[in-house]
């Protein structure tokens, strides 16, 4: 039986948009014995109103923030081209609707890459299923998905989850050993360190 590492994001996070490489790699070279689970996390809820310009000035800040400590890229056209929303859960029920088609990572990846270096805005519904068809999707399965009331059960399960793991921030990672709860030290550009966590907790709990 495989121990579960919860991983817990939001496809709209700038944070765990810059630890996708890390992130990927983790996953290369974690043991075998552990298995690796997104949560969705929901950092932002539905509007359909414009971020104030305090909050849009402040999230730019951060974007150049973590480009200067973790080597990411962003096209901060975003701000300029984009009518942005603080509204990050029709992303996170996109995901749950690629997962549904088997292309989670694939959708997760697509979002960051639209957001964070096509100043597309993922809080629109018209760019998600863009997104989609550029996955070669069944875009009439997505669309009514997105939609529906088992996408929006799925999605409030992980919110249930990750409230449950007592994750308050993203990216998180949770591992689980029994009904044990070990948080990981996240670590930017440092994924061996990463993995000693992870292995010195394996020792010591008796994986």
């Given at each position: 039986?495989?121990?579960?590492?919860?991983?817990?994001?939001?496809?709209?996070?700038?944070?765990?948009?810059?630890?996708?490489?890390?992130?990927?790699?983790?996953?290369?070279?974690?043991?075998?014995?552990?298995?690796?689970?997104?949560?969705?996390?929901?950092?932002?809820?539905?509007?359909?109103?414009?971020?104030?310009?305090?909050?849009?000035?402040?999230?730019?800040?951060?974007?150049?923030?973590?480009?200067?400590?973790?080597?990411?890229?962003?096209?901060?056209?975003?701000?300029?081209?984009?009518?942005?929303?603080?509204?990050?859960?029709?992303?996170?029920k996109a995901v749950?609707?690629?997962?549904?088609?088997?292309?989670?990572?694939?959708?997760?990846?697509?979002?960051?890459?639209?957001?964070?270096?096509?100043?597309?805005?993922?809080?629109?519904?018209?760019?998600?299923?863009?997104?989609?068809?550029?996955?070669?999707?069944?875009?009439?399965?997505?669309?009514?998905?997105?939609?529906?009331?088992?996408?929006?059960?799925?999605?409030?399960?992980?919110?249930?989850k990750r409230r449950?793991?007592?994750?308050?921030?993203?990216?998180?990672?949770?591992?689980?050993?029994?009904?044990?709860?070990?948080?990981?030290?996240?670590?930017?550009?440092?994924?061996?360190?990463?993995?000693?966590?992870?292995?010195?907790?394996?020792?010591?709990?008796?994986?």
């Amino acid at each position: 039986m495989k121990n579960k590492l919860y991983y817990i994001h939001d496809p709209m996070c700038s944070w765990c948009y810059a630890f996708k490489k890390d992130l990927d790699n983790l996953k290369k070279k974690l043991p075998k014995n552990i298995e690796i689970i997104n949560i969705l996390g929901g950092l932002a809820k539905d509007t359909d109103e414009i971020m104030p310009k305090e909050m849009q000035e402040k999230i730019q800040t951060v974007w150049y923030d973590i480009e200067k400590f973790t080597g990411a890229k962003f096209n901060h056209d975003f701000w300029r081209l984009c009518k942005p929303r603080r509204s990050t859960y029709p992303a996170c029920k996109a995901v749950l609707c690629a997962k549904e088609q088997n292309m989670e990572d694939e959708m997760i990846n697509s979002i960051q890459k639209a957001y964070y270096l096509k100043a597309k805005n993922p809080s629109d519904e018209e760019t998600l299923i863009s997104l989609a068809q550029d996955l070669k999707l069944d875009i009439e399965k997505f669309s009514n998905d997105l939609k529906s009331e088992k996408i929006e059960q799925l999605f409030q399960k992980d919110l249930e989850k990750r409230r449950e793991l007592k994750v308050f921030n993203f990216p998180s990672l949770i591992l689980q050993y029994k009904k044990e709860l070990y948080p990981i030290n996240i670590e930017y550009n440092n994924v061996n360190n990463i993995l000693k966590h992870i292995e010195n907790l394996s020792s010591n709990i008796y994986f």
